[in-house]
């Protein structure tokens, strides 16, 4: 059985960021990862300005092979069915357009903990001074003693069903899938991210340029046909946009766990197990997750090394710590904050004061028929009540947390 002080599960950018606040505190750090190093993660891969700023601050100037071409993203581009078109950039100029199988890997790196790839974790128990975890590597079982466990493991956290083993069931899934083109024509400018608030589509639709293809995705409730969604999108396109594409070369898709940052539902762990990242909940507006991994996972580190300094519970040290970051993610769904604030990290009320008149009235018109999509889920209520306590307790609820 290897004994280390922490082990991460899931080698990706929370458990990058959460490493490096280790390992710079001298804690031994394993973080364990299913796959083979340098692996794969299906991903749009646009990070924000504060995701970029937070790898620039902790690891350093992004080498090239962690970039897509085109290199860098400007900003988003909201489309509505009414036909009009909002492009925003993001404050303080373009970032970088992440490749996420280089960039991940080379973040793990660079945080200085020791990987363990191709190893599995499969369960755990907490006996109190310390976690024992069995994972398997290549088939054969292995043992970690540690005395704190981080769940960096993503959606469909396994750490997260070893405490909950009823979670996936409280929650909706959804399943997000892409297609690649190769391009015969496409008006879509290349330097944006390009969104469709249109309930007809689905409940997550987007297309960008990568690497001199066209990525064509659909989001939606788990169940449904993916290539049937993906049609209509391809052919909306052409119809509306002009987007003349080749059938597709490849395609991927994964489940996700959109909801518990728009609910401040989010799950922490419980005893000597954190949780962070997207396994958390943390998942910004247009599903932009990695600013909010790198930020809670690094909170995660911190909370493990405040824990020891000041020999107190590591999850009371944790869930103080991370109410600024549930803040950030929560209040870019909170509706009073989009209408009165600015919780995003590109200028919505500048680009919807661009419009006419007319085309605002259309925009709030169909950006209320796409929230109505949602509310098969119960999730306006909780919205309202969070946003109503917002300013009266100063952040969100501690209560809803598991
Ligand atoms: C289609 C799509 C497009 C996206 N586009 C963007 C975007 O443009 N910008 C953006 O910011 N975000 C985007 N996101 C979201 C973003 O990818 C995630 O929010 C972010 O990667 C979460 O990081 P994480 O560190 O929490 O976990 P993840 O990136 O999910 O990584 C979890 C890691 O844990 C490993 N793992 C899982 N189970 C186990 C196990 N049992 N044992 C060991 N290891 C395990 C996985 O292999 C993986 O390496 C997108 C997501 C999808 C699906």
Redesign the pocket.
């Known amino acids: 059985m290897r004994s280390v002080d922490v082990l991460i599960?899931?080698?990706?950018?929370?458990?990058a960021a959460s490493a490096k606040r280790l390992v710079d505190a001298g804690l031994e750090t394993v973080i364990?990862?299913?796959?083979e190093l340098p692996?794969h993660?299906?991903?749009?891969?646009?990070?924000?300005p504060r995701?970029h700023r937070f790898l620039l601050e902790n690891f350093g100037p992004l080498p090239r092979e962690t970039l897509h071409e085109p290199t860098s993203c400007r900003g988003v581009t909201f489309h509505f069915p009414s036909m009009v078109s909002m492009p925003m950039d993001f404050f303080g100029g373009s970032t970088p357009h992440l490749h996420?199988k280089f960039s991940?890997y080379w973040a793990i790196k660079r945080s200085g903990a020791q990987v363990h790839d191709r190893?599995?974790?499969v369960g755990l128990d907490d006996r109190g001074d310390h976690v024992v975890v069995s994972?398997r590597r290549e088939g054969e079982p292995v043992t970690y003693r540690a005395r704190q466990v981080i769940g960096?493991?993503?959606?469909?956290?396994?750490v997260i069903r070893a405490l909950y083993p009823n979670y996936p069931k409280q929650i909706p899934w959804f399943f997000?899938g892409?297609k690649f083109h190769e391009i015969i024509d496409c008006p879509l400018d290349s330097d944006y991210?390009h969104f469709w608030f249109h309930p007809g589509l689905g409940h997550y639709t987007w297309s960008h340029a990568r690497d001199g293809r066209q990525i064509v995705?659909v989001g939606f409730k788990r169940g449904d046909n993916f290539a049937r969604r993906h049609e209509n999108v391809v052919r909306y396109l052409r119809e509306k946009h002009g987007v003349k594409l080749h059938p597709h070369t490849e395609d991927e898709g994964?489940g996700?766990n959109f909801g518990p940052s728009l609910i401040n539902r989010y799950v922490f762990g419980k005893g000597n197990v954190l949780i962070?990242?997207?396994?958390a909940g943390?998942?910004?507006m247009i599903?932009?997750?990695?600013?909010c991994?790198l930020h809670s996972?690094a909170i995660s580190g911190e909370a493990v090394v405040e824990a020891r300094i000041r020999n107190r519970p590591v999850q009371e040290m944790y869930r103080r710590m991370i109410a600024s970051e549930v803040r950030r993610t929560t209040d870019q769904w909170n509706p009073l904050k989009i209408a009165f604030d600015k919780p995003h990290e590109a200028d919505f009320p500048a680009a919807l004061g661009r419009l006419s008149w007319a085309d605002r009235a259309k925009v709030l018109r169909d950006m209320w028929r796409f929230v109505v999509l949602y509310k098969e889920f119960n999730w306006g209520r909780q919205i309202a009540r969070a946003a109503l306590q917002r300013p009266i307790i100063g952040g969100y609820s501690m209560q809803r947390w598991m």
């Open positions: 599960v899931g080698a990706s950018l929370s458990a364990i990862e299913r796959k692996r993660k299906i991903c749009s891969g646009i990070l924000s995701g996420r991940d190893t599995s974790f994972a960096a493991d993503g959606p469909s956290s396994l997000v892409q991210f995705g994964c996700e962070t990242g997207q396994a943390f998942l910004n599903g932009e997750g990695m600013s991994a996972g």
